[in-house]
């Protein structure tokens, strides 16, 4: 099978410092995120900045105060988005509760199944959950974070006729964008519900959520050449929450956001979100901000019981930085490197080239565990850009399933690997917490010796570039309590 250019969503981040004013000695400033300094630095006078608060109250009495337009509110971590001038962005910052302000940033989609190496295929029929059923991931909800997804898709079709993917959001809208929509906007008035046409990934760059989906829930098909498959949990339920044509990190962000609001009942009938995929990061990696809301919602997640799970990268060895949210060290959020199968379901490969690597000496910039990330074969439509980077397009099981399934590479790919697997995981032990499932995952990872020495760190041996190992379903289901069929 041909290699293809690694996929990722990418988020581009500026890193230009800003001065603090003359009068930083009398009067509080808070500090900004490193893209909102480089705007500023750069004259940018047109600005949608998320402001943080003390509280949420104190986040909407600033920005009205500073003559900031409020867009919205993300209550439960106390933040307000808004937008305005940079004179208005320089008053919030002294405002009384104001902690810290965030520049909005674009998403770059950033062009660079196995489940045999993971024995995820093995713990689904090999395993039972309390009830006796197969390990699949059934009552478990996940939700893709990305491009939006095709729910119409073969490979998500039951046998009913019904879609896997149960609930399709796309944002509408973003803090610069005038769409004539009345200010302020409540939480989820930016996301349609365009679950009736299941189908939100055509936008530009569009095919990403659609391959990302089908790794972690495919269902079982026979594609026109015989070859059978299906998703890491082939029983799981699909949430996509698409960030939007604006693609920006407000996008994705409300969709953190939306998950925290609904994770408990996302739509009638469906089991609550357990965990989130997140294959999108900034480009070239960066330091962690534990002042950023993606890390204040994914800590509120966990809270409330549910993963996080992030692409460590498409950077290669040499850059010697990850994913920023990634390197969290609050239980419940993992970073997932890319492990090269070889195209044989071995479990004796090696690190995909294309992975990013922490950097030596700093355990917190390492990535959690591996996954499958290289030639993956998931869903796609050849009419979608991200699709057509695919060099190995194969029809599905229908006569019109022209080029419904290609091959991609990436992070991006490893990513939904996991999240799969943690949708089995939880259907075996629905009442883990984010902490017991990351610790069974890591304490269970098969060591290949492939790529760097691995090091004690705390109570895992883990490595630079990939982790504590390539992530094993049936060990780590069998942890948290499966027992044999």
């Given amino acids: 099978m041909r290699r293809v250019v690694p996929s990722s969503l ?35 006078d047109a600005l949608a900045v998320f402001v943080h608060g003390t509280d949420i109250a104190a986040a909407r009495r600033a920005v009205a105060d500073a003559g900031l337009t409020l ?25 009384t509760g104001v902690t810290y302000v965030e520049g909005d940033q674009p998403i770059k989609v950033d062009l660079s199944t196995s489940n045999q190496a993971t024995r995820g295929e093995q713990a689904r029929t090999g395993l039972r959950d309390a009830q006796g059923r197969q390990v699949d991931g059934r009552g478990v909800s996940a939700a893709i974070i990305d491009t939006g997804v095709d729910g119409t898709h073969p490979f998500f079709r039951n046998p009913d006729g019904s879609s896997a993917v149960r609930k399709n959001l796309k944002n509408i809208c973003g803090p610069l964008t005038d769409l004539g929509i009345p200010l302020p906007l409540p939480n989820d008035s930016c996301f349609a519900d365009l679950t009736a ?56 962000d409300s969709a953190l956001n939306w998950v925290l609001e609904h994770h408990a009942n996302p739509c009638t009938g469906c089991p609550p979100i357990r965990v989130s995929n997140n294959s999108y990061g900034p480009s070239g990696g960066g330091p962690f901000d534990p002042n950023s809301a993606a890390v204040k919602f994914q800590r509120a997640l966990a809270a409330d019981g549910v993963l996080t799970v992030w692409a460590a990268g498409n950077d290669g060895p040499d850059n010697n930085a990850t994913n920023p949210p990634g390197q969290d060290p609050t239980p419940g959020v993992v970073m997932v490197a890319s492990y090269d199968d070889q195209g044989t379901g071995t479990r004796d490969g090696t690190v995909s080239d294309f992975s990013s690597r922490g950097a030596a000496g700093q355990p917190q910039t390492y990535p959690d565990v591996s996954a499958p990330g290289s030639d993956i074969t998931s869903s796609c439509r050849p009419y979608l850009p991200i699709c057509s980077t695919g060099l190995d397009p194969r029809n599905g099981p229908g006569p019109l399933d022209i080029a419904t399934f290609n091959t991609i590479s990436g992070t991006s790919m490893a990513t939904p690997h996991v999240v799969g697997i943690v949708a089995q995981l939880l259907q ?50 069998a942890r948290l309590g499966a027992t044999l069929a």
């Fill in 71 to 95: 867009v919205t509110t993300w209550n439960r971590i106390g933040v307000a988005v808004a937008r305005g001038s940079a004179a208005q962005v320089a008053s919030v910052r002294t405002r």
């Fill in 10 to 44: 990418s988020l581009l981040l500026l890193t230009a410092a800003l001065a603090a004013p003359a009068n930083a000695a009398t009067v509080r400033t808070a500090p900004v995120s490193p893209t909102l300094a480089s705007q500023l630095a750069n004259g940018a």
């Fill in 428 to 477: 075996v032990a629905p009442g883990a917490t984010p902490a017991q499932v990351e610790d069974a995952i890591k304490a269970t990872a098969h060591r290949f010796t492939d790529g760097a020495a691995y090091e004690t760190v705390g109570a895992y041996t883990t490595s630079v570039d990939k982790g504590t190992g390539l992530i094993d379903a049936y060990a780590a289901a």
């Fill in 197 to 252: 046409v299941n189908d939100t990934d055509t936008l530009s760059f569009g095919g990403h959520g659609t391959h990302v989906a089908g790794i972690v829930a495919g269902r079982d098909v026979t594609l026109s050449d015989g070859t059978h498959m299906h998703g890491a949990a082939p029983g799981a339920t699909l949430i996509s929450l698409s960030v939007g044509a604006g693609l920006s990190i407000f996008g994705a």
